[in-house]
């Protein structure tokens, strides 16, 4: 078994569609018991078990840490993914048995902090859900600003209206509002640590502000699981088994080294934890590398891959694996 | 520059200047020269936005190099306890954007950085310089009393006389290095005393 992938044996208590994209579904352990306790900005990843083909992927917990009777999280459908998020929509229905990992946190809150300040982009809110329960029961400063595309896509904002009233800021792209973010980040009493979840250009543009700013990167926490990218299949031998396998379009390589009874370490199967970190022994081609944990200099290397989110197009490739 | 012995002993680096439009300075004696060289690779009107508080020490060297940085305040203290409550009142209306640069000895390096750890900057988000006297500020473990420039080793503890060693057990939430008794078992036995941190 993989490290820290230890699983939960649950059953899908409810399902409730949020709106036009975003689904919840509740998950309660089989025996009855209380779940593991977590931490706000925590994730698991979800089995997803679809004829002879099984997913994995991770999804922020978004309940109230201080509650383990169940866990929640929320989907987003994407039509054009590779099939996970319309699984869940399609085939998930109350009273399913799946199998989940236990909570794993590359996103906590740093609570020496004298304030946390967090930025959420569509979906990305999904970790601040549990994040905001948690300080809220501990009487924690914070102040959340939530960007979505319009009122109707808000998920959970008249949730955390209702809950947290004016510490929570919104903004619509449809009604052209946007985040000062300058003067947002100018104006934060020292100590206060800023947390960013959305799409990747939002995370891109909020690090590079904070750094131009003089924010420490100490201070700055961000996650962003980069979903596995389809692309043309390929071919590679994995050394230390002695097996030569093929990675299809719609798989990621560290998908098709588990098909081929391989089982490397692996956490957040987004590209952002580190544990799947593949030597590469040998390689005629290009790395196609989509993942926030190699540095660039790893990434121009050719040393190393994470095959939880990269690709490679050329003739060979030898991992160390 | 000190030697890395156990975990909790820190380590200094080399000042550089960081992005940001704010920068406050603490430095004592030598600790000037430490700016003074960092500031030949800071860009054009960094110092516009410094702040540069100053323990010249005895000889009141360096004052002038630091000046002639013309940075937006620049503050001279006869020590760090007269620099205190204005260090803390900066430190309380400051805003995200501030970097800090500790430069000089160690005491004035880990007083500085106690106070502003409790403001809420991480100690690995500061900027520091070990410059000039390896003069350590020791905690007797026994007594808890805080002897200030220790250089012997071992030393004796300025609250309850016992002769200490001092250890490379840092605490950073004290700012002050350990001081074990040395002649537990027989206080008539007294081992040489050496000039260890001059």
């Not at chain 2, 960081?18 to 700016?35: R, S, T, W």
Request: proline share 6%; aromatic share 6%.
């Amino acid at each position: 078994m993989s490290t820290g992938t230890t699983k939960l044996d649950v059953v899908v208590s409810d399902v409730v569609p949020v709106n036009e994209l975003v689904t919840r579904f509740h998950f309660r352990r089989r025996d009855g018991e209380l779940l593991p306790t977590f931490s706000g900005g925590a994730h698991v990843v979800v089995e997803m078990r679809d004829g002879d083909r099984t997913r994995l992927n991770p999804y922020s917990l978004m309940g109230s840490p201080l509650d383990t009777r169940e866990y929640t999280i929320s989907v987003r459908r994407d039509d054009v993914g590779r099939g996970g998020s319309l699984f869940m929509h399609r085939s998930v229905k109350p009273g399913l048995e799946m199998v989940i990992s236990y909570p794993v946190n590359l996103f906590s809150l740093d609570l020496r902090a004298k304030k946390h300040l967090m930025l959420a982009g569509g979906i990305g809110i999904t970790p601040f859900m549990a994040q905001t329960a948690q300080l809220a029961g501990e009487g924690g400063n914070f102040e959340l600003h939530y960007t979505c595309r319009t009122a109707s896509l808000a998920t959970y904002a008249d949730v955390l209206r209702e809950r947290y009233d004016r510490r929570i800021r919104l903004y619509h792209d449809d009604r052209d509002e946007r985040i000062d973010l300058d003067r947002l980040l100018s104006t934060q009493p020292l100590g206060t640590h800023l947390y960013v979840c959305g799409p990747a250009g939002m995370i891109n543009w909020v690090r590079d502000r904070a750094t131009a700013l003089g924010w420490p990167s100490e201070a700055v926490h961000f996650e962003h699981f980069a979903a596995p990218q389809p692309g043309l299949p390929f071919d590679v031998t994995l050394a230390v088994s002695g097996k030569t396998i093929r990675v299809g379009e719609q798989q990621s390589l560290l998908e098709a080294i588990e098909a081929a009874g391989v089982d490397p370490p692996y956490l957040c199967r987004g590209g952002v934890c580190g544990q799947c970190e593949t030597n590469v022994i040998s390689y005629d081609g290009k790395f196609i590398h989509n993942d926030h944990w190699l540095s660039e200099e790893d990434h121009r290397s050719g040393c190393k891959i994470m095959p939880c989110v990269s690709r490679f197009e050329g003739r060979s490739l030898v991992l160390e694996r | 520059m000190a030697a890395k012995t156990i975990i909790s002993r820190p380590i200094y680096g080399t000042l550089s200047p960081q992005p940001g439009k704010h920068h406050l300075f603490i430095a004592d004696a030598e600790g000037a020269l430490a700016i003074v060289d960092m500031a030949k690779m800071a860009p054009p009107g960094f110092f516009g936005g410094a702040e540069i508080v100053f323990i010249p020490g005895l000889d009141g060297k360096h004052v002038a190099a630091l000046e002639a940085l013309k940075p937006a305040q620049f503050h001279l203290a006869p020590s760090f306890a007269s620099l205190l409550p204005r260090l803390k009142q900066t430190l309380g209306n400051a805003h995200m954007g501030l970097r800090l640069y500790l430069a000089g000895t160690e005491g004035l390096i880990g007083q500085a950085m106690q106070v502003a750890l409790e403001a809420g900057i991480d100690h690995t988000s500061m900027q520091t310089e070990h410059r000039g006297s390896l003069a350590r500020r020791m905690q007797c473990v026994h007594c808890k009393g805080i002897t200030e420039n220790v250089t012997t080793q071992p030393a004796t503890c300025s609250h309850c006389g016992l002769l200490l060693l001092v250890r490379d057990h840092y605490s950073r939430r004290l700012a002050a290095f350990q001081g074990v008794c040395i002649n537990a078992e027989d206080r008539s036995e007294i081992p040489p005393t050496e000039e260890a941190f001059p």
